[in-house]
């Protein structure tokens, strides 16, 4: 009676071995391509669609996009023989790119594309041969009364709110309002905009894609001791899924009053028509 069981026991493990090796068989794998990359160059990816999201491996691999060219991600290695990591792209047609990255002193290839074609090339934004119609929007926009209310952040006597949202052609306008209460002026840094997961877990990597401005209107560098000022910061349409969110940042240079701003998708569902002749 043993040695039956002890059969029949193998032919059950023998039967679900074989379906979980046909269930991988007939999964597909996408292909990693190796990536070559070095300090003081940095390496160009053109992709056929604009770049979607980009998640590295290690922050020993530097990432960004090119402003107004959305299908180029620009890499380059933060320090020397750093240990093998890997790097994913996802593009807006839903493609995802995989990268497996070492670092090389002297890089082949500098310049890589994945178009079809044999010559690469670049897809800028429309709204760089829109920024007339931009700038009177914005104009107009910095005239215009307060339309958000709730949305602010204080740190050290400096205060962030958004004052008004907008949309107009697919380009967001972010009315953002700076006030200083103290004698201290307040150098700015940095504005940026990012998409963020909402629970970010131990075990995984935090996924972040990162908004970068088509227009800005405004005083971007300084707010001067007890002044308040606006400006006005145009980004190319989005929305934000469930478990994710918009993260504003304004970041103080040499200094620690940086300031934040969360805002979820029912916020950016109530931006008002940017028609210039709509705006009061």
Known sequence: MKWNRVIVNGIIIALFATKSF?????????QSYHLNITCNKTTNLIFPFAVQSADRGSKDVLIQKVKDAENVLQVKADKANFTETNLTVITTDGKLYSFIVEYASEPQQMNISFMKETSASVTFSETISNEKTLNVIAQKIDKSKKTMHGINDKHDAMQ????GLYINNDVFYFQLSLRNKSFISYDIDAIRFFIRDR???????????????SYLYGNIKNVKGKATQTCIIALPKFTIPDAKYLSVQVLEKNGGRDLHLNLQNWHIMQAKPADPKAIE
């Open 22 to 30: 046909a269930q991988i068989a007939q999964a597909s794998f996408i």
């Open 160 to 163: 962030l709110s958004l004052k």
């Open 199 to 213: 629970q970010k877990s131990k075990r995984t990597a935090t996924q972040e894609t990162e908004i970068k401005p």
